[in-house]
């Protein structure tokens, strides 16, 4: 599939003449990838597609790895140049969320591609190994200090590439993750934080009508830390805490010995995150009844993506090459669920995201990418990595 390139001189026009070129290439590679179904659990889908990526990266300036996901989860991948120096970080992931046979396929239709992953975010891994490609077709991406992983496990919050990700970013120059293009092109610097919690509540079961004295009802001491929980919500914060799921008790006349409460937590600072967690386990301690006993597991899954000046200076630096692709410049808005980029952030690298083709829809089965935004925002990232290239 790679589109074979003369010789171009070293110059930032002929680099943008060789995204051009390699248009519809770069659309072929999406479709090609859509195609397989790489639902987070389907490991041998999550497998063939890293295997096409390897395929497609294989640039004669890049050097691959593959890390292995484990029992659970595909292949995470890296490729790196060995140009010395702070290292600029691409983000991207290659799984996705459908299962197979829920939604397949690629479809194109009045300037649309829709397809799982199209969006979200295989149509961004396109726009990165075509920029590295075009760089390497003028001879200069051997001189960038760059490094891209590209990560089976993004949608479930990467529990198994986050370490191999926060080890690769440490000391970097600033991370772009290109998750899924915002509409007028925003670029992403806020992202809320995740955690999640399961509290489940020992109590003692006993017959309600002989022996009821003799029980301990975990049901009442979890509806008590379950109204505690809900009021730490605050929305002048940014802060919610959603209890989402509640089971206990066997039958009506049995007072229940256990009972279980999944909750979800969103925050938009670290020092919030920390207060939160320690607010719901304070909360559990407190809740308790004689003869019942408060379990609480989890915490914070991912921190949050909190603007910062670098942050801010690099979105600047970023959209200037937007602009000058034609294509939006604008700033998202804090945005409620997490990516990558929140891995990155916390470790002081400055990480700007959704810099994917603009689109729609992602996880929902009308999820499309504007075909012609590919190219533009392929240009703005060689635009970007053209003006790092040291001197």
Known sequence: MPT???????????????????????????????????????LEGVNRVGGMLREAFALPSLTG????????????????????????????????????????????????????????????????????????????????????MCVADEEVGSPSSKPHLIELAKGAACALVFESGRAQDMIITRRRGVGAMTVIAHGKAAHAGNNHKDGANAIWALSKFV??????????????????????????NTVPERAEAKLDLRYETVADAEALVASLRAAAEHAQIPGVRL????????????????????????????RASGLGDGEAPQLGGGSDANTVAPLGVPAIDGLGPRGAGFHTTTEYVELDTFVPKCEALVRFLWGRIPA
């Not at 390139?5 to 990838?33: H, N």
């Not at 299962?99 to 992953?117: C, D, L, V, Y």
């Open 4 to 42: 074979p390139m003369g010789k171009l001189p070293a110059t930032l026009d002929s680099a943008l003449e060789a995204v051009r070129a390699r248009g519809p290439e770069m659309l072929a590679f999406t479709r090609s990838w859509v195609e397989i179904n790489s639902y987070t659990s389907n």
């Open 65 to 148: 790895s593959v890390i292995a996901g484990g029992p659970e989860y595909g292949d995470h991948l890296v490729w790196q140049t060995s140009a010395p120096g702070a290292k600029i970080v691409l983000v991207g992931h290659h799984d996705t969320v459908f299962p197979p046979g829920h939604f397949e396929g690629w479809k194109e239709e009045g300037g649309r591609a829709t397809g799982p992953g199209a969006l979200d975010m295989k149509g961004g891994l396109a726009i990165i190994r075509t920029a590295l490609a075009a760089l390497d077709d003028v001879g200069v991406l051997a001189r960038l200090p760059l490094a891209v």
């Open 295 to 322: 379990e609480v597991i989890g915490g914070v899954n991912r921190l949050p993506l909190e603007r910062t000046e670098a942050s801010a200076a690099l979105r600047d630096e970023y959209a200037a090459c937007a």
């Open 227 to 252: 109204d505690a929980a809900q009021q730490l919500t605050d929305y002048s914060k940014g802060r919610t805490v959603n209890v989402g799921q509640f089971s206990g008790g066997t039958s009506k």
